[in-house]
């Protein structure tokens, strides 16, 4: 039952949120906070309870729910968590508080609306995070887009219109494929066994013909890939982090690319491990490439909020070539490094958003010698900077590093080439580095530094950062309970 | 006590940490970060005196921490190691950087970074002291990661002048681009061996590999790639000289104790590795000789006393190098410890004469400071003498004439590996003594604005002591560390002794003080004539730029890379999605057009269209 109140807080703290924000503005936003903070302990209390006790051989879930929704077509409201999800939904519900707190002074019009469209998107990670049927599963995956929408088109910048519909397009054109997958293997389950359904586990053992598999996994493949986003279909999310609100940002590329890898992870890997095995190569190629690409692209923005997002893409292709390389280690190095990134990325989004809300303007060409001025919010920029560049000691270098040495065991060019994408991150953050806070500061910016807020926010993610790079046993320990789930994990 | 060692790293992290979230008073910062590091000295010094008075069995001492984290095959702990080699190196590297750090406490006091500067010097230490100490490759590739950064962040300590920015990425990018290298060796390693624990690698490697096979080769050749970038050797050498942009306790540390050893240690480290690989070996041979005589070269043309000093080193550790690839291991490893001595003191005194002379670097604009300078000179010279190798007196002496001997009778040596080292010892006697003649004879170009107090004599004044009696601790150093690391001899007869290469050697020294004499004190004339002939002119720029190898690397790489960057800004791949977006607008913009309503044209094209259907059904 804690999942269905997982979700059932979540929505009606958002419709709670939206209502009460015709009286009261701090009211509505405390409610957001309250019902995330809530879910946060209700899955911390759930992730205490079954810590480091082997994997449960009955129930196979460490909690699950499942009820017929609409029997006719055999579908079911069926939730369930393992280890795997339940890092994710932590991740999830961590990385909502902090969207929730930045969003207390950066979000002044409409806020109710505001509060009520970001519950729901939460609502919809949790859906997918959750969800073992498929139906559910692709409801709840469109659940996130609407609110997306909304987000990006109400609280965005100048040309939010354009943004607003770019991404649209983009998942939804590929949510439609994966809609057309879903079906299409539902049909063919049916086809072979006379039942209807679309439950995960049924699926799992569908009999399906290599030509056939191919066609569907792509379909699925299609909607995680957008979402990821994967090189080359990944050219949303920059044109959207320039012109979204910092919270927004956060949301897309920490929690919906989690979303995406944990898709693959959980349905792709398992449900089509044959045409995986065929299609691998080819997008671990993909991998490294978008790894390079976006770094050297990273390297040349002008723009905070893009370069952010062209480094997020570049992390991105480390999970994917975790994912995608066939190798037990670089699948759990994949994990580690969309917790890491979810945050490392996520800092980094909230540090340029600090830093807009300073200077009003996003264009590291109006920045520079910042130290002078914001020595805290400097040294926190200088740290996740590091962190993205992937510096021992730190979350990202942990996942980046099993992923590497994972793939080596597979394909040691891939592993060379995507090592230098370590290196070529270097160029990307220091330049960043260099360009926002040292230098001479001949805009003669004269800033407050960094709020008690925006510290306790940041200090709470350094501190994750580095626990997950000293000490990540607990993390690889959680892991261990999907056993049973993502075989895969244990090839 | 040997349970205590945990502690040498873990205070300076400590104290680092401290510095960098707590706003203290100058003397809190200076007392915290100072006595952390002394603390970490006298620690370490406890677990050596235990070391020796009680050897642990097989002479090596491991203590786990706690495992890092269980991913299946792989499970590296947190632990550190320790034997006679990370012995010595952590007593060196925790002793000269807490005389370091004393000395920062004056040279920085004027500075408004006071905090950030120690935290930054601590952190450093902490890193190389887990290099150091680490028992497996992941724990050092941490500490290793660390020296590069802390690199980055004391080079570019200054950061409003943009150009010690650049210099600091420089230092991290180039030493990053030898470490992916390294990164892709532990890959290769774990693969091949299923364990990054460098003891249980060590023994895996020689079980399981024959010697010349291709898998140790590749494995010592990508480690040898994270070496030459750490230790500044040949061709990644380009960004020691600019590091210089730093405040130069930092270029001490540097230099002397924390980071271009690291490479050496690594190889020395690992050094069974290389013995499975001897054409790795060998290279390692070549890449010191070349790195010491281009770098002495180098460093007869430069105008800047911080930049003398870093190719000094330069050429420095390509002696070290040059002993790990012969063979004579406890060679490189001793003279590590004597270059410790006397390149720190030859900072810390350049740092002295750069700070009274109000901040000037040029040394022909210096010239007879020996009288305004007493303590300074007397200790420069001592080091300089070291760094020179004046016989029989001088550490520095010593550990070169160790290091020449076993470039002709260790396991690989060579007369042309000897000769290279022969050429190198007249290379630095010659620009060390020019230097010294510039900056403390002769006339008096600049004035002196300040006089060093206490802090930073005193740490000039046991560095000066150590210059000269490190050298006698030599046949005790090699029994004690013969334990780990002993000395390859070479099979068969060896026409010439060690004291008669000394003795060439000697004879070399004293040509080169002279000739450095000659040239630079006496008839600066004639070399002046000789710098402005043809000839003299084109080796000048060639010399004093590196070889010119900073300006191949920026046309062939940096100005590519950039260029690229800058014109895929815009994502090319976007390019398409827009065009798809533009045909559809295109096409929607046609298609609106017929929508004029004007009935003639609707009639026209029902008309038009009719006659099209007519057409297809009548002729296909």
Known sequence: MTLVWLLIVLIAGGILSGLFARWHLGLSRWIALAAVTFDLILTLILAARDFGTAHPVGNQWLEEVNWSWIPQSGIHFHLGIDGLSLLLVLLTLFLGIVAVVISWTEITTAVGIYHFNLMLILAGILGVLLALDLFL???????????????????????????????????????????????????????????????????????????????????????????????????????????????????????MAATAAYAMIRFLLPLFPDAIRTAGPAVTVLAVIGILYSAILAFSQTNLMRLIAYASIGHLGFVLLGIFSGNSLALRGAVVTVIAHGI??????????????????????????????????????????????????????????????????????????????????????????????????????????????????????????????LYPQPVFQTLAQAANHVPTLWR | ???????????????????????????????????????????????????????PAAFAYTEALWRWFDAGSLHPEIALYLDPLSLIMMVVVAFVSFLIHLYSTEFMSGDDGYNRFFAYMNLFVASMLTLVLADNLLLLYLGWEGVGLCSYLLIGFWYRDSDNGRAGRKAFIVTRVGDTALMIGLFLLFHRLGTLNIQELMRRASEQWPIGSSAALAAALLLLGGAIGKSAQLP?????????????????????????????????????????????????????????????????????????????????????????????????????????????????????????????????????????????????????????????????????????WGAYGAANGSTGLWVAALTGVLLTSLYTFRMIFLVFFGEQHSQVTYRPGNAMLIPCLVLAFLSIVGGYMKAPFASFLGTSLPWNSKVGAIPIGETASGGIAAAVFFLGVYLAYVLFLRKPNLTMAVASSRAGRVLHSLWSSDWAMDWLYDRLFVRPLVWLANSGKSDLIDGFYSGVAWLNKTAWRGASRTQSGRLRWYAAGIAAGSIVLIAVVLFL
Not at chain 1, 197 to 202: A, D, I, N, P, R
Not at chain 1, 422 to 448: K, M
């Open chain 2, 236 to 404: 990644l050498q380009t960004w020691l000289p600019d590091a210089m942009a730093g405040p130069t306790p930092v270029s001490a540390l540097i230099h002397a104790a924390t980071m271009v050893t690291a490479g050496v240690y690594l190889i020395a480290r690992t050094h069974v590795l290389y013995a499975l690989a001897p054409q790795a070996q060998f290279a390692v041979a070549v890449i010191g000789a070349a790195t010491l005589l281009m770098a002495g070269f180098s460093a007869l043309t430069q105008h800047d006393l911080k930049r003398v000093l870093a190719y000094s080193t330069i050429s420095q550790i390509g002696y070290m190098f040059l002993a790990l690839g012969v063979g004579a291991w406890p060679a490189a490893i001793f003279h590590f410890m004597t270059h410790a001595f006397f390149k720190a003191l030859l900072f810390l005194g350049a740092g002295i004469v750069i700070k009274s002379l109000n901040d000037e670097h040029d040394i022909f604009r210096m010239g007879g400071l020996r009288k305004h300078l007493p303590v300074a000179f007397w200790t420069f010279l001592i080091a300089g003498c070291s760094l020179a190798g004046l016989p029989l007196i001088t550490a520095g002496a010593f550990s070169k004439d160790w290091i020449l």
């Open chain 1, 137 to 255: 599963f692709y409801f709840s995956w469109e659940l996130m887009l609407v609110p997306m929408y909304f987000l990006i088109s109400i609280w965005g910048r100048e040309r939010r219109a354009y943004a607003a519909i770019k991404f649209f397009l983009f998942t939804q054109l590929s949510g439609l494929l994966m809609l057309i997958a879903i079906l299409a293997l539902y049909f063919a389950h049916h086809r072979a066994t006379g039942v209807y359904t679309f439950e995960y586990q049924e699926l799992l053992g569908a009999q399906l013909s290599p030509h056939a598999a191919m066609w569907i996994m792509l379909g699925f493949f299609a909607a995680f890939a957008v979402k990821l986003p994967m090189f080359p279909f990944h050219t949303w999310l920059p044109d959207v982090c320039a012109e979204a609100s910092t919270a927004t940002n956060l949301v897309l590329a920490s929690l």
């Open chain 1, 344 to 469: 490392s990325i996520g800092a980094l989004f909230l540090v340029a958003g600090a830093l807009e809300g300073r200077t009003h303007t996003r264009e590291i060409g109006a920045m520079g010698g910042l130290w002078d001025t914001v020595p805290r919010l400097s040294g926190v920029g200088l740290f996740f900077a590091l962190a993205a560049l992937g510096l021992p000691g730190m979350g990202d270098f942990i996942g980046e590093f099993l992923i590497l040495i994972g793939t080596y065991q597979v394909h040691f060019v891939t592993a060379a080439v995507a090592a230098c994408g370590v290196l070529a991150a270097t160029f990307y953050a220091l330049r960043f580095v260099q360009y926002v806070f040292q230098g001479s500061n001949s805009h003669l910016w004269h800033l407050p530094d960094l709020s008690p807020r925006e510290g306790l926010l940041l200090g709470a993610m350094m501190v994750l950062l580095l626990w997950l790079g």
């Open chain 2, 1 to 55: 006590m040997l349970r205590l060692l945990w502690l040498v790293p873990a205070l300076p992290f400590a104290s680092s940490l401290v510095l960098a979230l707590v706003r203290l008073p100058r003397r809190a910062v200076a007392w915290i970060a100072t006595s952390s590091i002394a603390a970490s000295t006298i620690i370490s010094l406890l677990v050596a005196g235990s070391f020796l008075s009680t050897p």
